[in-house]
């Protein structure tokens, strides 16, 4: 009853205007001069649009690292996880269309591969370039990160320089912890790319790895975010 | 949906993370759950509101789409999918909860307080106040059926054919949920712009602007 | 002209106790003007509130107890620092209560950004506390429980709910949890006492793992460090599943293990261990990058 004597109150452009406000708030037709004649319409205009505007560039947030610790368990545990391909798998790929044939196939590779470490000289060196067996460019390069894993660096590098900026203005005891904390997750990665020069095919320095940056993102973004609180 | 707001840049396609996933390749399902996680958390933070159910709601959602990957064709993009199930995971949680019997086609008060037609009554502007901080305090504030449609088409971009599929209402019900949803943020907005419950005891107001501290 | 001495010694006594007196108010008053801004207020709450409470810096201790009222005590360290209390809803029982610390003056030094709390909160309260720098100290609280802190020291005791705890810097300390537990350290170290919990997760990276007390059995415990050492001290009565790993480090046990599933000994290798003491009830994952696992008993 209260509703219907106010609504009574307003005028017809009014009532015009707010019956098509969700049409002017999708940004479908023009916004007609009533919302700049009239205030109360405008401001109502103004506040829905600030609202809505709001709602769309309301920052994205991360997901404490246990959230992936916790899956990831589960997925183990679930048997989600085959060996990782390896090169021996990639190598052996071919192999699966026909598997009665794999271990006939392993067993050529075997001699192969025997008659190659076997032979004088370095053959990789002698090779042409690009003409190296996968096998040894494989096991000799230094480990390589995933495309997935680079583009996650490269993440984490451009949040690093945007941290950059903004850590002189952090307060001293702040900027202190949040410096400790990306210290020891930088020597973790180093120690954990070390490892995996040594150890390509190494799953736990891997995972590791993959946690120093995920933690670093998170500290990161913690620290993009600080505001005192 | 119309607002689809990008995954982390830069990562690898999709289309090849899940087909080694699909082959049981662990770097592949890390590589999801970091290409997605932000928006999946988020969706789950906003719709409850709470961190220990963002959380769990977010293990969940990607455990199920984890068991269902050898399933996925590509009919789809992958991170539709995986945001809608992600949806039905918490409207599920929230209808487990009994916190919204969400049946948007009930009266029209049934979401709380009448709201008020008089739109043009207060013409106070809410300059500077919609902020992270007050946006997510005003939105835990809302009904959960307003909370939910708000969120789903204002935040998330969905339409409303959309919305009223996954909810199960009707398009008009969820445009006239939507309308509520923000007029009852202004009315918030209002009220703690104008009137601040919080008052220290020393009498002191706190400072202008401390919905930005 | 005794009189006139007498009266011009009067005179000359009350001008040296007026300044005397006046000597005396100003420290006074300079002493008054400088202490701390204390409050201390109750509100009524129903029996499961949900208290959040976000700090600059300073300690925060609270203490759930059986009324259902929130009783707070807060001393800020200057005037320029202050706290909003929200509550809602507006009339009745609260059901969520807020508070906020806020900096009036943003040239505030930090160390005058400082505001201590106390808080006796409804045991069943769902608690959320964010405080950047100082002690966050939680005692017998049921409802699920946040805190996250950048620098400080984190101690909760007798939680009942999901327990989830963040800390960049600074060590967690868990004693005797019942429900879920998670904590997260970066520098920090992480120490769990008695936990009664079927589900527990904690990782750091540089800080140390000290788990003391017994598994419960068809629990879930799951310990990672990178470079620190992990202690795991529990009662000969234990019965668990081990599955420890580590790339560089060392695996040191004092249990007999047995491998899964047969009297067979335990899988072993230079950093690692997998195998079954008692009848294996509780699972225990335990990795760590470079530093040493130690499983021994109490």
Redo the contacts between chains.
């Keep these: 009853m209260i509703?219907d004597q106010?609504?009574e109150?307003?005028n017809p452009s009014?009532r015009e205007f707010?019956a098509s406000?969700?049409t002017y708030?999708e940004g479908e037709g023009g916004l007609p001069a009533h919302a700049g004649k009239?205030?109360?319409?405008?401001?109502?205009f103004?506040?829905?649009a600030?609202?809505?505007s709001?709602?769309?560039t309301?920052?994205?947030?991360?997901?404490?690292?246990?959230?992936?610790?916790?899956?990831?368990?589960?997925?183990e545990t679930?048997g989600?996880?085959?060996e990782?391909?390896g090169f021996w798998k990639r190598w052996m790929a071919p192999f699966r269309l026909f598997p009665s044939a794999a271990p006939i196939g392993a067993l050529v590779f075997l001699i192969v591969f025997a008659i190659f470490l076997l032979s004088p000289g370095d053959l990789y060196h002698q090779s042409k370039p690009g003409s190296a067996p996968a096998l040894v460019a494989t096991s000799v390069a230094p480990a390589t990160l995933?495309?997935?894993?680079a583009?996650?660096v490269?993440?984490v590098q451009e949040m690093e320089k945007s941290y950059k900026t903004r850590e002189a203005y952090l307060?001293?005891?702040?900027k202190?912890?949040?410096a400790?904390?990306l210290t020891?997750?930088d020597?973790?990665i180093r120690?954990?790319l070390a490892?995996l020069q040594a150890q390509p095919q190494?799953?736990?320095?891997?995972r590791?790895l993959?946690q120093?940056y995920?933690?670093k993102a998170d500290?990161l973004a913690?620290a993009l975010e600080?505001?005192?609180? | 949906m119309s607002a689809q707001k990008p995954a982390v840049p830069g990562v690898a396609p999709d289309t090849q993370l899940i087909a080694r996933a699909q082959r049981g390749d662990e770097e592949a399902f890390t590589a999801l759950f970091e290409a997605h996680k932000r928006r999946v958390y988020s969706l789950c933070l906003r719709m409850t509101g709470n961190v220990a159910e963002a959380e769990d709601l977010t293990q969940e959602a990607f455990l199920q789409l984890f068991r269902k990957i050898s399933t996925f064709r590509g009919e789809s993009a992958f991170s539709t999918w995986l945001h809608r199930l992600a949806v039905n995971v918490v409207l599920m949680h929230l209808r487990k909860k009994g916190l919204s019997q969400i049946s948007l086609d009930e009266t029209e008060n049934s979401q709380g307080d009448p709201i008020k037609r008089d739109y043009g009554g207060d013409d106070r502007r809410l300059v500077g106040s919609v902020d992270r901080i007050a946006l997510t305090r005003a939105i835990g504030e809302l009904p959960p059926g307003y909370r939910s449609v708000f969120i789903l088409h204002d935040v998330e971009g969905y339409e409303h054919n959309e919305i009223a599929e996954i909810m199960n209402c009707s398009v008009g019900n969820s445009k006239s949920q939507l309308h509520k949803a923000r007029l009852k943020l202004r009315e918030w907005f209002q009220q703690h712009q104008l009137q601040p419950r919080g008052k220290d005891s020393t009498g002191r107001t706190p400072p202008e602007g401390r919905e930005e501290q | 002209m005794s009189a006139e001495l007498s009266q011009s010694s009067g005179a000359r006594k009350r001008s040296v106790m007026r300044g005397v007196g006046m000597f005396l108010l100003i420290p006074a008053g300079l002493l008054i003007a400088a202490t701390p801004p204390q409050v201390e207020k109750n509100i009524e709450t129903t029996a499961t509130p949900r208290i959040s409470i976000s700090n600059l810096s300073g300690k925060v201790i609270v203490k759930g107890w059986d009324r259902s009222q929130v009783h707070v005590n807060y001393t800020s360290s200057s005037p320029q620092v202050t706290v909003d209390t929200e509550e809602f809803p507006p009339q009745g029982p609260v059901d969520k209560v807020h508070f906020t610390t806020y900096i009036i003056d943003h040239s505030t030094p930090g160390e005058a950004a400082t505001v201590d709390y106390t808080l006796q909160i409804p045991a069943g309260s769902n608690l959320e506390i964010r405080n950047p720098q100082g002690l966050v100290q939680v005692e017998s609280v049921q409802g699920d429980t946040s805190v996250e802190s950048l620098g400080g020291n984190i101690s909760v005791a007798d939680a009942g709910g999901h327990l989830a705890v963040r800390s960049v810097g600074g060590n967690i300390e868990i004693i005797r949890p019942s429900g879920r537990v998670e904590a997260y350290s970066i520098n920090g170290s992480l120490h769990f006492v008695d936990p009664a919990t079927s589900r527990l997760h904690g990782t750091t990276t540089s800080g140390n793992i000290v788990y003391e007390g017994d598994f419960v059995p068809g629990g879930d415990y799951i310990l990672s460090d990178y470079s620190g050492n992990m202690d795991i001290v529990c009662p000969p009565t234990a019965s668990f599943e081990l599955n420890a790993k580590t790339v560089r480090g060392k695996v040191n046990n004092t249990f007999p293990l047995v491998s899964r599933h047969s009297s067979a000994p335990p899988i072993s290798s230079a950093n690692s261990l997998f195998g079954t003491y008692s009848t294996g009830k509780a699972t225990l994952e335990l990795t760590s990058f470079s530093g040493t696992i130690h499983i021994r008993q109490k």
């Design positions: 509703e106010h609504e109150k307003l009014c707010q406000l969700e708030l009239c205030p109360a319409c405008g401001a109502l103004a506040d829905l600030l609202i809505r709001a709602a769309e309301w920052p994205l947030e991360s997901p404490a690292p246990r959230v992936w610790s916790n899956i990831r368990a589960r997925l679930e989600f996880f085959r990782k391909e995933t495309v997935v894993e583009n996650l490269r993440t307060d001293p005891a702040a202190q912890t949040y400790r904390g020891s997750l020597s973790s120690e954990c490892s190494n799953t736990l320095a891997r590791y993959m120093a995920s933690e500290v913690s600080y505001d005192g609180r």
